[in-house]
T-cell receptor, first 113, second 109 residues
């Protein structure tokens, strides 16, 4: 199974809402990533987990809170977001190290009203 | 952090024409990866180059890594409408790779 799944596909939320994005992979990868992608831009790295531990936080605002409950799951908890946070949120996984091929999920398209 | 510059930003071709996108860095790259993202889709890994001067082929796609490991190119021979999408390079050090800005390829049938 070489698939990364993400739920939901689309999410619309208000600035006072709390929501979570979910990502799952069953390839045995020990590195998992969250990216944010705005239209016509490249993906921007947000967080990296290695062996279920947060290893990189690219100075992401605290309204984004990642969580890695186990080696197959990655969550992104959202709270008090701003309209400019509207974007495609991509999850990816790889064998350890960013040097390795990354497998991306289909993404969650988030709209913040 | 280390950046990779990618050109052109956009390329429109007639079906059957060739296409090339280039990535350049001011510093030596440990490796470079190429991804393709179809419109409305997600990035899909195409290939990774590691060795100086490396050339790899996948059917109509040819990938090159420069001798100095500071530049790379992706060349598509005889484009087809299925080649439409944004092609990203991703390069950097062993610890951190960053995406280039991408080249959006459109193909007129």
């Amino acid at each position: 199974d070489t698939e990364v799944t993400q739920t939901p596909k689309h999410l619309v939320m208000g600035m006072t809402n709390k929501k979570s994005l979910k990502c799952e992979q069953h390839m045995g990868h020990r590195a998992m990533y969250w990216y944010k992608q705005k239209a016509k831009k490249p993906p921007e790295l947000m967080f990296v987990y290695s062996y279920e531990k947060l290893s990189i936080n690219e100075s992401v605002p605290s309204r984004f809170s990642p969580e890695c409950p186990n080696s197959s799951l990655l969550n992104l908890h959202l709270h008090a977001l701003q309209p400019e946070d509207s974007a495609l949120y991509l999850c990816a996984s790889s064998r350890l190290g960013q040097n390795n091929e990354q497998f991306f999920g289909p993404g969650t398209r988030l709209t913040v009203l | 952090g280390q950046q990779v510059m990618q050109i052109p930003q956009y390329q429109h071709v007639q079906e059957g024409e060739d296409f090339t996108t280039y990535c350049n860095s001011s510093t030596t790259l440990s490796n470079i990866q190429w991804y393709k993202q179809r419109p409305g889709g997600h990035p899909v890994f195409l290939i990774q180059l590691v060795k100086s001067g490396e050339v790899k082929k996948q059917k109509r796609l040819t990938f090159q890594f420069g001798e100095a490991k500071k530049n790379s190119s992706l060349h598509i021979t005889a484009t087809q409408t299925t080649d439409v999408g944004t092609y990203f390079c991703k390069g950097g050090s062993n610890y951190k790779l960053t995406f280039g800005k991408g080249t959006l390829l459109t193909v007129n049938p």
